[in-house]
């Protein structure tokens, strides 16, 4: 074995245990896919001498037991892990997180308990980009596919490398830990089908590079976290069956959202798609009626304004242009003049004292 380099044993029935042995020295084994088969027993400890193990590939089998701390010491080189779809049981160590240059880390759908490590935030290939062209594709596969929620999406390892974490379908506790935000350039998170309380974590907005994120069937109450509209890649997205409330975000990428189950079984959750907020109402007729008695005066004080702007500008026109006003003087003299002399025969004038 110190002699192989790659092993590709997937997609058949073997079945059994792999044989316990001592850690082998100098080990070169730079792959090992060993899933979609019926393995059992416990994760082989003859890996832990493995320095160079890039691609650990254990998923789809019936291994147990828990997952063993030394992984983080003992395979300094793994990019990617993935053990989902087994029996693994126990707390997820706390020591995975040493694992500097990880890229995707699948525990999914075993039997895990206990807390997400705060650890996981220290997770530096998952903070900072990482260069593939330092990568020997010839142990890698030509393509790789991360199926979430019903999409699947594509990774070319010669061209791009995909950063994820699923630790879906196991009975994890307690609070998403807020260190998961350092993790920068994240582009897959899938915390589904688990025990998680507490509430969203108001720094998931920090998670700029994010793409798909799960976090349904969990027991997380709160409001959904503003953050969540700086997430301008992120094209799945899934909260529904939790114990959620107010409204939800709007604005940029979260608009696009507009299936509502993904907001299911929240019965707090309110605004698109799902039912208006009550705050969101029309207002009241009490109110329109004490915001119409307001608005009132101010119209009866405008209309007053008016007309005496009106009538200055008059008087002003009047007395300021001489020739104005004895137009209008001579206007009103001869109207008089003829008025007076209508009605004083008629008698309707009464006669001039004299």
Partial sequence: MRALRFVDLDNNILSGEI??????????????????????????????????LVNLDLGNNMFSGSIPPWIGHGLPSLWFLMLGSNNF?????????????????????????GPIPIEFGNLYSMK???????????????????????QTFVFYPTTQLVTGIDLSGNALSQ??????????????????????????????????????????MNQLSGTIPLGISNLL???????????????????????????PSIYYNNSGLCGFPLAPCADASPPSAETQRNVKGREDPWMYYCVIAGIVSGLWVWIGMLFGIVSLRSYVFDVTDGMHHKITQTLQPSGLLFPTKR
């Fill in 175 to 216: 609070c998403i830990p807020r260190e998961l935000a350092n993790l920068k350039d994240l582009r897959f998170l899938n915390l589904s089908r688990n025990q998680l309380s507490c509430s969203i974590p108001e720094t998931i907005g920090n998670l700029t590079h994010l793409e798909s994120l799960d976090l349904s």
């Fill in 233 to 259: 890649s992120l094209g799945v997205f899934d909260v529904s069956n939790n114990h959620l409330s107010g409204k939800i975000p709007t604005g940029h990428q979260v608009q696009t959202f507009t299936d």
């Fill in 19 to 52: 044989p316990t042995a001592s850690p082998i020295l100098n080990c070169s084994l730079q792959a090992l896919h060993l899933d979609n088969n019926s393995f059992t027993g416990v994760f082989p400890s003859v890996l832990e001498g493995c320095n160079a």
């Fill in 89 to 113: 049981s126990g707390e997820i160590p706390s020591t995975l997180s040493e694992l500097s240059q990880l890229q995707i880390l699948d525990l999914s759908d075993n039997n895990l308990v």
């Fill in 128 to 150: 900072h980009p990482t260069n593939a062209s330092g990568i020997e594709y010839s142990y890698l596969r030509d393509i790789y596919t991360v199926t979430w929620k019903g």
